[in-house]
């Protein structure tokens, strides 16, 4: 067999075609923090069980990487599926409902069986059987009809109807142990390379608690966020009202004519929910002067924000709206992060002393002139913009810090109202493949950006990572600080922002880093059907995405 000279995580390396590309990893698992989940070579991920054909770099990913932790959650996942399949067979099925922190929830339908630390145990020896045996994870290529045919046979009714709607001839289906199941994305060789997790009870389930990213052999430390689980379960409820928990569900809403009516449940719902917000506010406006808003990229703030203020008009309460980007620091003093750039989601790019004196002041009563920044230049100015608060108004500010205590030190706790909002997303693939909620927050962002900044898909994708790494440092630490949760994830929208973010995907070449994302991606929205949206609301939260808002967004 001829011999390819490969660059093979930095190193210069003879590997003969035809190789796999687990049988070269083995060569630098000691690399790695962990086990080797999945290869890349040149912009493309690779199975560890593909050959190599060609001679374009290869980099190995283990867990501390966000693609290997994605194979890794699919390995896990398949073999609690597995263990229930073996101990409960088609008396009982695994639905992975959500992701929390990094660790999945799941619940088992049947109304017999309590979820107890006893049965987890079973359960999890079950698991360690499997690992402990290094049973093989084995894919096969098989025509779309005789894969419904299989799913039919084991009972796995979500995945017989998601597959009737797949295009493709083929389906990859991956088999441990006699049992097959589908799953979106790469999986493991085996079992063996799965040995950290545990189960514990939560809710009406538990939860797959799942290892460090950067300590492999030691699961994660886990706290409840108790009040994000909570959203979860109100929007498990929500699916079940709207009779949509997977994707088939909504692509048969889309084939039975009845796509308008969920959007308008949908949006009830939300309407329902901001206004229920409004009135907790209400109840508290004798002490509540300021109302803070935040959440992460493309959660949809401004328009959560403007329909608050006209849900408080409708009860009688004026509301004021500043913008914490108005006392940025001049951008001479911004402060700079490691790699000495000027860091504009810093806490500390923000005048927090002269915030808390205008807002001290303006809970006093007093008039107060509030400052503009000047993107242009650089610099804060004033132009006559005075608020003064009288009695039933009140003041909304939107910005990403909101629910940190050191923006508003020296404003007293109840003069507060801290509102989280995000796109928690509880549609599913199916019952064993989850949606990502922020894959779904990316293509949001993705399609706004092209539609009103003029960027294309790669250049949304290139900064991504760096939108998520301020989100964890400065977001997501303080969102049990909340008041009030509002998840603006809608369960119709990725079947309306798939045909404006398709092209976008589609424009990436396989030469651009970006191109895995994209793949990805592809694939993930290839599984709904494309809804026109025409019915939406111009009020609608995804109208700040789609376009035709009727607010300034």
């Known amino acids: 067999m001829e011999e390819l000279q490969i660059n093979v995580m930095g190193k210069s ?14 060569g630098f698992q000691d690399k790695c923090l962990g086990n080797i989940m999945v290869a890349k070579q040149g912009n493309q991920l690779r199975e560890l069980r593909n050959a190599i054909y060609d001679n374009e770099p290869i980099s190995f990913f283990d867990i501390s990487d966000a693609e290997g932790m994605r194979v890794y959650h699919r390995g896990v996942s398949f073999l609690l599926v597995k263990a229930v399949w073996d101990l409960f067979g088609e008396d009982a099925s695994l639905i992975i409902e959500h992701s929390l922190r990094g660790n999945l929830y799941c619940e088992i339908t049947n109304p017999k069986m309590v979820i107890d630390d006893a049965l987890l145990k ?5 698991m360690r059987e499997y690992v402990k045996g290094d049973l093989p994870i084995i894919k096969h290529t098989l025509r779309r009809d005789k894969a419904i045919q299989l799913m039919k046979k084991q009972g796995m009714h979500d995945k017989v109807e998601l597959l009737r709607f797949r295009r493709s001839s083929n389906v990859n289906l991956y088999e441990l142990g006699g049992l097959y199941d589908y799953f979106y994305g790469y999986m493991p060789l085996s079992a ?28 994660a430390p886990y706290v409840n966020p108790e009040k994000i689980s909570a959203v979860y379960m109100e929007q498990m409820k929500w699916c079940q009202l709207m009779g949509v928990s997977n994707v088939a569900d909504l692509n048969n809403t889309l084939v039975r004519g009845e796509f308008g009516e969920l959007i308008r449940i949908n949006e009830a719902l939300h309407e329902k929910k901001i206004a229920q917000i409004a009135d907790q506010i209400y109840h508290k406006i004798n002490q509540v002067k300021v109302v803070l808003i935040a959440g992460p990229s493309s959660s949809g703030k401004t328009s959560f924000a403007n329909r608050l203020c006209i849900q408080l008009r409708a009860l009688g309460v004026r509301p004021h709206k500043i913008s914490l980007d108005d006392y940025f620091v001049n951008r001479e003093f911004t402060p700079v992060d490691e790699l000495g750039n000027k860091n504009f989601e810093s806490i500390d790019a923000l005048d927090l002393k002269q915030l808390n004196e205008d807002l001290k002041s303006i809970i006093a009563g007093d008039r107060v002139e509030i400052p503009s920044f000047n993107f242009v230049s650089g610099t804060r100015e004033y132009r006559g913009n005075y608020i003064q608060l009288d009695k039933d108004e009140i003041l909304v500010m939107e910005g990403i810090h909101g629910l940190n205590d050191k923006l508003t030190s020296e404003i007293c706790p109840e003069n507060k109202f801290k509102i989280f909002i995000s796109a928690i997303t509880q549609l599913n693939i199916d019952d064993h493949n989850r949606i990502s909620t922020s894959d779904s927050r990316l293509i949001r962002r993705m399609v706004r950006d092209n539609q009103f900044r003029g960027r294309d898909g790669a250049a949304t994708i290139e900064s991504w990572n760096m939108v998520k790494k301020g989100e964890e440092e400065n977001i997501f630490p303080f969102q049990e600080n909340a008041d009030a949760i509002f998840n603006s994830a809608t369960i119709y929208e990725l079947s309306v922002l798939k045909q404006y973010a ?3 995907l589609f424009a990436i070449d396989s ?7 994209a ?11 494309a809804a026109p949206g025409l019915e939406i609301p111009n009020n609608s939260l995804i109208k700040e995405f789609v376009g035709g808002s009727c607010f300034k967004v």
């Open 122 to 126: 079973r359960l999890e020896d079950k």
């Open 13 to 26: 390396t003879m590997v003969v075609q035809g190789t796999t590309f687990g049988e070269l990893a083995r």
């Open 511 to 517: 030469s651009q880093p970006e191109y895995v994302t």
């Open 192 to 219: 063996g390379a799965l040995s950290t997790f545990a189960l514990k009870p939560l809710e009406n389930g538990f939860m797959i608690h799942m290892p460090e990213a950067k300590n492999p052999q030691v699961v």
């Open 502 to 504: 398709e092209p976008l």
């Open 519 to 529: 793949k990805r991606l592809i694939k993930f929205l290839g599984y709904f059907l």
